[in-house]
């Protein structure tokens, strides 16, 4: 059964430290991993993986995906009250189009 | 910008009533999706349509139903609704190679 996984389920964490967020998936015919923010209502898009090795970077988050360990991390630096949200990750197969969630680590950012 | 639109974002109503939730994306995408989340149980998916008039099983479909009649707008029907379908709707569309585009979400309360 395809699976996603998240750690940890939640952290807590003063402003201006360092984050790093862990996904790993079982799924047979994986196309790519994606992560999403989710503050208050609908989760918004962050990055697409499907090369291992490769790190996708925007401002102070960067993630990478490792194909072989079959895991993934989200890495946020310097972080501010306004990175505390729901950090979704999912997993997309070949073979029927649809993704997979983790449950999501709840990060919260105190000042 | 791309839109996926929800009909509504908060919802009350009552057991036994039959509700409908109406998704409306202008991106002309083909797959759509409709997903319930929970605290501690993460996304959802209870239908998915990769065309007008076709539908699939989710994962949690039961008392659930699901229209596609045009393109652009999918629609999930509680056809009786109970206390246990208190969640937030969330509906999502993609083309299946980038990412998905969420609605903002519905909350429904049934009382």
């Known amino acids: 059964e395809d699976k996603v996984v998240q750690s940890p389920l939640s952290l807590v964490v003063h402003e201006g430290d360092t984050v790093t967020l862990n996904c790993s998936y079982e799924?047979?015919?994986?196309?790519?991993l994606l992560w999403y923010k989710q503050e208050k209502k609908a989760p918004t898009f962050l990055f697409m993986l499907t090369s291992s090795g490769i790190e996708k970077k925007s401002g102070r988050l960067s993630s990478i995906l490792d194909k072989k360990e079959l895991f993934s991390i989200l890495n946020i630096t310097a972080t501010q009250t306004g990175d505390s949200a729901i950090y979704l990750c999912?997993?997309?197969?070949?073979?029927?189009?649809?993704?997979?969630f983790g449950k999501g680590t709840r990060l919260h950012i105190l000042p | 910008d791309v839109k996926v639109t929800q009909s509504s974002r908060y919802l009350v109503k009552r057991t036994g009533e039959k509700v409908f939730l109406e998704c409306v994306q202008d991106?002309?995408?083909?797959?759509m999706f409709w997903y319930r989340q929970d605290p501690g149980l993460g996304l959802r998916l209870i239908y998915f349509?990769?065309?007008?008039?076709?539908?699939e099983k989710g994962d949690i479909p039961e008392g659930y139903s699901v229209s596609r009649e045009k393109k652009e707008r999918f629609s999930l029907i509680l056809e009786s609704a109970s206390t246990n379908q208190t969640s937030m709707y969330l509906c999502?569309?993609?083309?299946?190679?980038?990412?998905?585009?969420f609605g903002s979400g519905t909350r429904l309360t049934v009382v």
């Open positions: 991106m002309d995408h083909e797959n």
């Open positions: 999502a569309s993609t083309t299946g190679s980038y990412g998905y585009t």
């Open positions: 349509s990769y065309d007008v008039k076709m539908k």
């Open positions: 999912a997993v997309e197969n070949n073979r029927d189009d649809k993704i997979i």
């Open positions: 799924v047979t015919n994986f196309r790519s």
